[in-house]
């Protein structure tokens, strides 16, 4: 679709485009301030679509699993970055065939 009827459709529906070419669109502004916030986030140069690999899943998980230790447990995030970096940039390689 092209950007102007994401931008229609998604300023209808109070959600946030699939784009950043339809986030460029006025409309989102007129949803106020607490929707720009995303909308800005999405206009970001460190915004990017992940990159679907075959240990995704796995990634996701680990990852999850990690943010649930660090908020309610306390644990150290360096410490479990670190750790799921070393499980996973193995699998990586392999799974890109490096």
Known sequence: MSPAIVAEEFCFNSNLPTSKKAAEDPCFKELGDKFQVFVDLMASP?????ITTPISFELND?????????????ADPKEMLDAIQAEF??????????
């Open 62 to 74: 680990a990852l999850g699993a990690a943010e649930e230790s660090i908020l309610l447990t306390g």
């Open 46 to 50: 460190n915004a990017y679509a992940m």
């Open 89 to 98: 940039e193995p699998k990586f390689k392999e799974a890109m065939g490096q």
